[in-house]
């Protein structure tokens, strides 16, 4: 029985893909800064001070790299974007070197990264898992998150890096923020609305995970987006009429956004067009390639 250790095990990817894997007959703990609620096995870890509860890592086959502080959680202020970046590049320093003590039974590390390592792209332009990096802040720390990330395959550890696009859950994220103003008949596209969004339904981004835990032939970076990549206008459409409301307002105008937002608001003001080839070349199957199909699936929960 495979035994998964899952940082960022609280977040909303890692409380869904938890789920999975236990329903799936794994065994997973989970590696954070508080104890859990007893669901699973927790342990502490102090980045800061580069400590881990000891037997953390006993008897454990694969790690789940997901811990990093949000993205769009607060203010893009000089302390917030060192906090960004070292949540993510401190943590995985430190188990690097606790793995570099002892690798014990460690087969994988599967770590989370970003289509933000991309940068912003034009209408046409495609990015793959060969693209070079974008050279814009999201860029520069997903560059350096996925450095520190590819040290531990120097320990002979088998690595899995997924490039995350715009994860849509019915738990919170992306999705509830953007639909909350459509359902108050305020929604309307954002700046021009023709930036395109790199989207992908939770379930289909821990499916991806979970393929990540049991092929060995993965290994390097893939793209955890769906294959139909939408516009911002397409992507407010189909919410509005998936929750029956009606687009009343004209497009909020990109300078309203950067007052309120100020360099946080390119996340929105600007897409990326992601490819899904290489996963699905690799065998995975999606389970929603259409927007319509993964909204009623998330939206009609509620």
Same mark, same amino acid.
């Given at each position: 029985?495979?035994?998964?250790?899952?940082?960022?095990?609280?977040?909303? $990817?890692?409380?869904?893909?938890?789920?999975?894997?236990?329903?799936?007959?794994?065994?997973?703990?989970?590696?954070?800064?508080?104890?859990?609620?007893?669901?699973?096995?927790? @342990?502490?870890?102090?980045?800061?001070?580069?400590?881990?509860?000891?037997?953390?890592?006993?008897?454990?086959?694969?790690?789940?790299?997901?811990?990093?502080?949000?993205?769009?959680?607060?203010?893009?202020?000089?302390?917030?974007?060192?906090? $960004?970046?070292? +949540?993510?590049?401190?943590?995985?320093?430190?188990?690097?070197?606790?793995? &570099?003590?002892?690798?014990?039974?460690?087969?994988? @590390?599967?770590?989370?990264?970003?289509?933000?390592?991309?940068? @912003?792209?034009?209408?046409?332009?495609?990015?793959?898992?060969?693209?070079?990096?974008?050279?814009?802040?999201?860029?520069?720390?997903?560059?350096?998150?996925?450095?520190?990330?590819?040290?531990?395959?120097?320990?002979?550890?088998?690595?899995?890096?997924?490039?995350?696009?715009?994860?849509?859950?019915?738990?919170?994220?992306?999705?509830?923020?953007?639909?909350?103003?459509?359902?108050?008949?305020?929604?309307?596209?954002?700046?021009?609305?023709?930036?395109?969004?790199?989207?992908?339904?939770?379930?289909?981004?821990?499916?991806?995970?979970?393929?990540?835990?049991?092929?060995?032939?993965?290994?390097?970076?893939?793209?955890?987006? +769906?294959?139909?990549?939408?516009?911002?206008?397409?992507?407010?459409?189909?919410?509005?009429?998936?929750?029956?409301?009606?687009?009343?307002?004209?497009?909020?105008?990109?300078?309203?956004? &950067?007052?309120?937002?100020?360099?946080?608001?390119?996340?929105?003001?600007?897409?990326?067009?992601?490819?899904?080839?290489?996963?699905?070349?690799?065998?995975?199957? @999606? &389970?929603?390639?259409?927007?319509?199909?993964?909204?009623?699936?998330?939206?009609?929960?509620?």
């Amino acid at each position: 029985m495979t035994n998964i250790l899952i940082t960022g095990g609280s977040g909303l $990817i890692g409380r869904r893909l938890t789920e999975i894997l236990l329903e799936r007959g794994y065994l997973v703990s989970h590696l954070g800064r508080t104890k859990g609620n007893g669901s699973v096995k927790s @342990f502490i870890w102090d980045i800061d001070k580069q400590l881990v509860e000891s037997g953390s890592l006993e008897g454990i086959d694969v790690i789940v790299h997901l811990a990093g502080a949000g993205i769009a959680d607060a203010p893009w202020t000089m302390k917030r974007k060192r906090e $960004i970046l070292e +949540s993510r590049t401190n943590a995985t320093r430190l188990l690097y070197k606790e793995l &570099k003590k002892d690798k014990r039974t460690i087969k994988a @590390f599967i770590a989370a990264s970003a289509i933000g390592y991309y940068g @912003f792209g034009t209408q046409d332009e495609i990015f793959t898992e060969e693209t070079k990096p974008g050279n814009d802040f999201l860029a520069t720390v997903t560059q350096r998150w996925e450095e520190e990330v590819d040290t531990i395959e120097s320990l002979g550890i088998r690595v899995v890096k997924i490039r995350t696009g715009i994860v849509l859950s019915e738990r919170g994220g992306a999705l509830e923020e953007i639909a909350r103003p459509v359902k108050y008949y305020v929604g309307a596209p954002l700046g021009t609305g023709n930036q395109y969004v790199s989207w992908i339904h939770i379930d289909d981004l821990c499916g991806i995970y979970c393929k990540a835990i049991a092929d060995l032939s993965m290994s390097g970076a893939y793209n955890g987006v +769906s294959p139909t990549p939408i516009t911002n206008r397409e992507f407010t459409k189909a919410i509005a009429s998936t929750l029956h409301r009606p687009l009343l307002l004209p497009h909020i105008p990109g300078f309203v956004l &950067k007052l309120i937002l100020g360099e946080m608001a390119n996340l929105v003001l600007q897409g990326s067009k992601i490819s899904a080839d290489k996963i699905s070349s690799a065998g995975y199957t @999606f &389970k929603y390639i259409d927007i319509r199909s993964a909204l009623s699936d998330l939206l009609e929960k509620e």
